[in-house]
């Protein structure tokens, strides 16, 4: 059973536009979030993070909110950039990191010029 | 420094053949980590080791799948014998510590036919 659910498998926006990419869990004992970004014929490569003791966290472009109580997190890209044109995956873990990492199925995002 | 390597990058075998796939950890890493990513499951975590040894093997198929750490850089995912259902990109990760910033290898691609 997914513990970390990406219900959009795509999404698509235009250049300059925000993406907001959306994520949900069900294990009350997650408390820590990442998003993975995945180029064709690459590893992901981790991007972005939030612990459960935070709503939001800024990274340049991205940021990420953590709604705890409706178990769900996002990502807002702005402005949206061709660049950013990958899958995109959430993942999660409890106990302060010390345990797996549990990814959901992804999004394609596809920005377009 | 680089990345973590994983070898071959594509596999296609016959149903019922041994299949060995490679992976070196990033030189001082000590987790290691496999993944195998599908369409419908998105990445799930097979196995992780913390300084050669396994730690969690439950997202490990069946006994047809078995993995190891003969040194600390290295480790080895074999599949005997192969079946279709198998067919699919394996992922090796490393990490130093937290477990959060793991760090992907390209992925195998695997075909069994």
């Known amino acids: 059973d997914q513990q970390v659910k990406q219900n959009s498998p795509s999404l698509s926006v235009q250049e300059g536009r925000i993406s907001i990419l959306n994520c949900d869990y069900t294990?009350?004992?997650?408390?820590?979030f990442l998003w993975y970004k995945k180029y064709p014929a690459e590893g992901p490569t981790f991007l972005i993070s939030?612990?459960?003791?935070?709503d939001k966290n800024e990274d340049g472009r991205f940021t990420v909110f953590l709604n705890k109580s409706a178990k769900h997190l996002s990502l807002h890209i702005v402005p949206s950039q061709p660049g950013d044109s990958a899958v995109y995956f959430c993942?999660?873990?409890?106990?302060?990191?010390?345990?797996?990492?549990?990814f959901g199925t992804g999004t394609r995002l596809t920005v377009i010029p | 420094d680089a990345g973590v390597i994983q070898s071959p990058r594509h596999e296609v075998t016959e149903m019922g053949q041994e299949v060995t796939l490679r992976c070196k950890l990033i030189?001082?890493?000590?987790?290691l980590f496999w993944y195998r990513q599908t369409m419908m499951r998105g990445l799930e975590l097979l196995i992780y080791?913390?300084?050669?040894?396994?730690?969690?093997d439950s997202g490990m198929p069946e006994d047809r799948f078995s993995a190891k750490m003969p040194n600390a850089s290295f480790s080895t995912l074999k599949i005997q014998p192969s079946e279709p259902r198998d067919s699919a990109v394996y992922f090796c990760?490393?990490?130093?510590?937290?477990?959060?910033?793991?760090?992907f290898g390209p992925g195998t691609r695997l075909t069994v036919t």
């Open positions: 990760a490393s990490s130093l510590g937290r477990v959060h910033e793991q760090y």
């Open positions: 294990n009350s004992m997650f408390d820590y």
């Open positions: 939030i612990s459960s003791i935070k």
């Open positions: 993942a999660a873990s409890a106990f302060g990191g010390a345990n797996n990492l549990f």
């Open positions: 030189s001082g890493h000590n987790s």
């Open positions: 080791f913390n300084n050669n040894v396994p730690i969690d």
